[in-house]
């Protein structure tokens, strides 16, 4: 069982815990700038990004696939400024038109070329394959601290970790100013805060989760995570540092309790093969909103 | 002619440099009609002084262009004859209630510390004297008792007084205020009003977008009527009259007067 954990299953659960803690961090302050969907808009616009790496590069690798996410979702925020301002349209409605078009036209993209003898499909873009990312070089747990097996560790791993630490430092770093500007911008903008770049940034930092998370897990996950556990957390506590470490409490219980449903769930209900772990993360992490939902003890609003 | 002008310049010069907050040529616009055009104003040092004109008139914009909230299509800020950026810890600012999102997580005795962020910074610890200094000015506003709970479990006349702690907290020279006596119980008017001039009294200068006409006299010192321009400013005895209201308000004066709500704004 030991052995068979740390190799199999202890991966891809610390790389969910990861990335749901990484979504969730910078999702408290969208969910509250009235901006939770550029998550949302950032995971699907990754996918025609992706795409056109391939394209170029011809290439089903990390760098290249990165960098095209990357592109992909700067050039989205600005297209959906550009069409909020613009167009002077509400931001709801100029992400929903930028990223159901490039997610659209990734799609087209993708079945128009000739992927079909590499691992790159619009499944792989939603699911992700949290349950591929295994440590070959585990033996047992003794390998957590065993140099050479550490070396053979997921890359999907240490990626997240530095996806995480950039994020957490930033809103550390940042917290006051982001927090006063999200709460009142007029008056952040009175003690001189810049709040136009601050607010950007954190549209980056958010940018930053869901290129990297989407590879390994997919973006339904990274969808669910910007969402849900910050959304929850809100009902529990009426103080923001509160609302972030419930939101992280939360992620982590779905990403842990997700993984482990999806993986041995069918098993205890006789059924042979196991399902989709983003799917199941991303639906406990539904259900743990429904429960705060019924139950939180700050469910109220006050007009 | 040229001796002329250069006199006036100096002139102006010598009144930006004495005055708190000096605005020149001020012009803000959101599409294709300007909001405000072209707007002088001078406060006076120690005085209150209000905006008042119709609706859409451009007041609250000119306060914002002011603090460099926005950013103008022309026109220049003096604070006590320097920059904006040099002179931000001697301006707090209360901007409109309605511009907040109420249910935001977040503490009375947090907002009010968020009026120390200048002094604080990203990063500088929250010491026992900060406490005191928010708990002082939530107690000048009469809101002492509701230091721990949500904002969004206060009345609007209750979170109009946090506002106002808010600013107290920045200790700064000059007080702007953004329709400070919109929504709020008559009550919370005596007790903001009372405030104020407590700070004028202390040698600080006050400004504040005002609606209700029938109070100007009694609650400020110097009053400007703005209508997209300047209609008229300068001392409540001299410049708040019935022609200058006309001229500024239109034909709407008696209207205005019968519901003042309506010229809100």
Redesign the interface.
């Known amino acids: 069982m030991g052995a068979e954990f740390v190799a199999l299953s202890l991966p891809p659960m610390v790389i969910g815990v990861l990335v749901a803690i990484a979504c969730a961090l910078p999702g408290n302050l969208l969910l ?1 700038r009235g901006q939770a969907l550029i998550g949302d808009a950032i995971s699907h616009v990754v996918l025609p990004g992706i795409v056109v790496a391939f394209l170029l590069t011809g290439l089903v690798a990390t760098g290249p696939m990165l960098l095209g996410a990357a592109g992909a979702a700067v050039i989205a925020v600005l297209a959906i400024e550009a069409v909020r301002r613009l167009g002077r349209i509400e931001s709801g409605a100029a992400m929903g038109v930028i990223f159901t078009a490039m997610f659209a036209g990734g799609v087209l993209l993708l079945e128009q070329s000739d992927t079909s003898n590499v691992h790159l499909d619009v499944e792989h873009a939603l699911y992700g394959n949290l349950e591929s990312l295994i440590w070959l070089d585990a033996t047992d747990w003794g390998s957590l601290l065993d140099p050479v097996a550490l070396a053979g560790l997921p890359v999907e791993l240490s990626r997240m970790v530095l996806a995480l630490t950039v994020i957490a430092l930033f809103l550390w ?5 982001l ?2 500007s ?6 952040a ?5 810049r709040t136009g770049p601050l607010g950007l940034a954190l549209v980056i930092m958010s940018a930053i989760a869901a290129v990297a998370a989407f590879d390994a897990v997919g973006s339904i996950i990274v969808i669910a995570m910007f969402i849900c556990p910050p959304a929850a957390a ?1 009902m529990m ?4 540092g ?2 972030v470490a419930w939101s992280v409490l939360f992620a982590a219980l779905a990403a842990v309790l997700g993984y482990v449903l999806a993986g041995y769930g069918p098993l205890w209900i006789g059924a042979s093969a196991s399902v989709s772990a983003a799917g199941m993360i991303a639906t406990v992490s539904g259900i743990i909103l429904g429960v705060a939902a019924v139950a939180g003890p ?1 469910r109220t ?3 | 002619m040229t001796l002329t002008l250069v006199t006036d310049r100096d002139t102006d010069l010598a009144a930006r440099v004495a005055s708190p907050l000096a605005v020149r040529g001020m012009t803000v616009s959101y599409g294709q009609t300007p909001a405000i055009f072209s707007v002088d104003m001078t406060l006076r040092a120690g005085a209150m002084t209000a905006i008042v004109g119709p609706n859409g008139a451009g007041k609250s914009t000119l306060l ?1 262009a002011a ?4 950013t103008p299509l022309a026109g220049s800020v003096t604070v006590f004859g320097g920059t904006m ?1 040099d002179m ?1 810890d001697r ?1 707090a ?1 209360v ?2 209630r309605a ?9 009375v005795i ?2 009010v510390m ?1 009026g120390m ?2 002094q ?1 910074g ?2 500088g610890r929250i010491r026992g004297r900060h406490r005191a200094l928010a708990r002082e000015c939530l107690d000048r506003v009469g809101m002492s008792d509701f230091a721990r709970r ?1 904002i ?2 206060l009345s609007g006349g209750q979170q109009q007084r946090v506002f106002l702690a ?1 600013a107290l907290a920045q200790e700064a020279d000059i007080y702007v205020l953004d329709e400070p006596f919109a929504g709020v119980d008559a009550a919370t008017e005596k007790a903001i009003i009372a405030v104020l001039q407590g700070l004028r009294d202390a040698g600080k200068t006050v400004l504040a977008v005002h609606h209700d006409l029938a109070t100007v006299p009694d609650y400020f010192d110097d009053v400007v009527l703005l209508n997209t321009q300047v209609v008229a400013a300068g001392p409540v005895a001299d410049t708040f009259n019935e022609e200058n209201l006309n001229a500024a308000y239109g034909g709407r004066l008696t209207t205005a007067r019968a519901d003042p709500e309506s010229v809100a704004g």
Do not use: C
């Open positions: 509250l770093l940042f917290w006051r100013p927090a006063l999200t709460f009142d911008e007029d008056f903008r009175g003690l001189g805060i809100r506590t009426n103080r923001l509160h609302q700050h609003r006050n007009g | 914002k603090l460099e909230v926005i950026a931000r301006i600012y901007p409109q511009s907040v999102d109420w249910d935001f997580p977040v503490r947090d907002v968020m962020y200048r604080l990203l990063l949500q969004g479990q808010r």
